[in-house]
């Protein structure tokens, strides 16, 4: 049953969800450092989050369309996390390190695509627009990396995991309001129907986009530094593609679920190579914002059609399967290769070249669009 207060818990889950991601991302290699791990040693730590992100997401996904109900795996598996991350402020050797963390990527990867899954469902039956849900999750990141920028000095940052921990124990108090019985597949599992070539189409398309994202995840900031920008200045750049996210999320999430994918996901391939050609070209910081606005295309739209139609193309008793597999393609393999191609690009070659390469990227993936419906 979808109520209102149901409808509040799902906000209320992505705002902590992508809230602990706005703590994980800027400050988990600093609080291992902190803890006295070298830079070889934090890499691999930071790997295992980005490894779990591949496997996790696919193989839950399979599992849980046999089940009934997701709702109750994704509240045990919040809890189990922020008891990882918790016990994370008592291990000592890099294995028992390595281990806890690897765990909870594993469980924290794999809620998220369930949880889009839940919102999609929603939205396709008229409740709410799958935007005005999602959106929470950019409001919370935005919030907890201020937050954290003020909270978690040097001396802080020990305390990092209790926070994270009760991020994650609001993302399982959102689950238990989850709407039961919804989003999930259909059927018994057996007998099941193939995955459809516009649907492997859809997952190469998500790839080639989060591929495209390398240089801008991984290095944007450093490539800023570069030209001279103070950290202010970086933040605020950061701020506004958040802003144009967000905005773009709430006004225009409808009309993006109700138009063809193969026409929305084009546009936003072209404004992506766009984007990533502008910064390799641009200095000046009128453009650079300009270009951020970008974001609001490159991600978000790109995002809202991708969500919706994975779950249109995806057969009835693979649904949750279907979340997890274009999430492991896209910011799992796609992220994970992105940043260390533009890695090895950037310290040959510098950022601009990498920024070159990830809009050539954005334009690779126009062919896998051609396979897409251009119809509703």
Known sequence: MVSTASLHHIRLFYAAYFGAMGLILPYFPVYLSVRGLDVAAIGMITGLLALARVFSPPLVGHML??????KGFITGACLAAALFILLLSWAVNIWVIAAVVLAFGFLWSAVLPLTDGISIHVSEAAWVDYGRLRVWGSVGFVAASLAGGAWLA???????????????????????GFPANVGQSVGNGEARERFSFAFFALLTTGFLMQASHGAYYGFFSLYLVELGYSGWQIGAFWVVGVAAEIVLMWAFSRPLQQAAPAWVLGTCLLLAALRWLGIALA??????????LLHAASF???????ITWVKRLAPDASHAAAQGWYSACGFGLGTTLGI???GWISAQH???AAFFTCSAVALLGLLAVVWLPRRV
């Open 65 to 70: 369309d046999k089940k009934p109900s997701s």
């Open 154 to 176: 040097d001396a802080d940052m020990l305390h990092f995991p209790f926070w994270l921990c009760l991020l994650l124990l609001v993302t399982a108090i959102a689950a238990r």
């Open 283 to 292: 200095e000046y910081w009128l453009w650079l914002v300009l270009l951020q």
């Open 300 to 306: 978000a739209a790109f995002h809202i059609s991708s």
């Open 340 to 342: 260390m191609a533009c």
């Open 350 to 352: 510098g950022y601009a």
